[in-house]
């Protein structure tokens, strides 16, 4: 029988608190698991493991694998996500500063090169989303890079679109590369390099010209 206290709202925000933190274990636990394994090898009782619940518990929070990987996916790439939408579309300097970050996060770029290679297939159930993300992603970095383009600031042959699908395609290769070579890649330092050579003026003042 539940007492009255049970039901005080003090009770509900600890018993809230405790389901919001137990969730988020599970999405530590699986992000390793799923850079690794991949979708198809990776086991929910393997990651209810890791982390130290029931499978039973894991399943409350995430009824299907399908479910619990796109959880996996949105948390990693929420940071990029709440740029899409800026005035003047995301600053390429945000996936630079996104690269940097991740050299400490190698269970991070394990899993976007496993789940993305994967999702390629219609059939993955991620496929929509890095779909959609790719799609935003240069949406959004084109409508910044089209500011350059309109002040003739880019290299001879690039559009806003092509410069943008350079940039993130060398940000993917880069950190392919860095899984295999963590010591002598530099995945930050050689996009800077990449974009300095598409865009004639320090990203610094691009970002002036995008805010005018």
Same mark, same amino acid.
């Given at each position: 029988?539940?007492?009255?206290?049970?039901?005080?709202?003090?009770?509900?925000?600890?018993?809230?608190?405790?389901?919001?933190?137990?969730?988020?274990?599970?999405?530590?636990?699986?992000?390793?698991?799923?850079?690794?394994?991949?979708?198809?090898?990776?086991?929910?009782?393997?990651?209810?493991?890791?982390?130290?619940?029931?499978?039973?518990?894991?399943?409350?929070?995430?009824?299907?694998?399908?479910?619990?990987?796109?959880?996996?996916?949105?948390?990693?790439?929420?940071?990029?996500?709440?740029?899409?939408?800026?005035?003047?579309?995301?600053?390429?300097?945000?996936?630079?500063?996104?690269?940097?970050?991740?050299?400490?996060?190698?269970?991070?770029?394990?899993?976007?090169?496993?789940?993305? @290679?994967? !999702?390629? %297939?219609?059939?993955?159930? &991620?496929?929509? $989303?890095? +779909?959609?993300?790719?799609?935003?992603? /240069?949406?959004?970095?084109?409508?910044?890079? @089209?500011? !350059?383009? %309109?002040?003739?600031?880019? &290299?001879?042959? $690039?559009? +806003?679109?092509?410069?943008?699908?350079? /940039?993130?395609?060398?940000?993917?290769?880069?950190?392919?590369?860095?899984?295999?070579?963590?010591?002598?890649?530099?995945?930050?330092?050689?996009?800077?390099?990449?974009?300095?050579?598409?865009?004639?003026?320090?990203?610094?003042?691009?970002?002036?010209?995008?805010?005018?």
């Amino acid at each position: 029988m539940t007492s009255r206290a049970d039901s005080t709202p003090v009770a509900r925000t600890g018993h809230y608190a405790k389901g919001l933190a137990k969730r988020e274990a599970i999405l530590d636990a699986a992000l390793p698991v799923f850079g690794s394994a991949g979708f198809h090898g990776a086991s929910l009782r393997e990651i209810a493991r890791q982390c130290g619940v029931s499978h039973q518990s894991l399943m409350h929070y995430f009824p299907t694998k399908d479910e619990l990987l796109l959880a996996v996916l949105r948390r990693r790439d929420e940071r990029l996500r709440r740029h899409f939408d800026d005035d003047g579309g995301m600053r390429v300097a945000e996936l630079v500063d996104l690269a940097e970050d991740n050299v400490g996060m190698p269970g991070v770029i394990q899993l976007f090169n496993t789940a993305s @290679a994967e !999702a390629t %297939s219609p059939e993955h159930p &991620a496929h929509d $989303y890095y +779909a959609d993300l790719y799609e935003k992603i /240069v949406a959004s970095t084109s409508r910044y890079l @089209a500011v !350059a383009a %309109s002040h003739g600031l880019l &290299a001879p042959g $690039y559009t +806003a679109e092509t410069a943008a699908r350079v /940039v993130l395609a060398v940000q993917d290769g880069l950190q392919l590369q860095w899984l295999y070579a963590p010591d002598s890649v530099h995945v930050a330092e050689l996009m800077r390099l990449v974009i300095a050579s598409v865009v004639s003026v320090p990203l610094e003042r691009l970002d002036e010209l995008v805010v005018q």
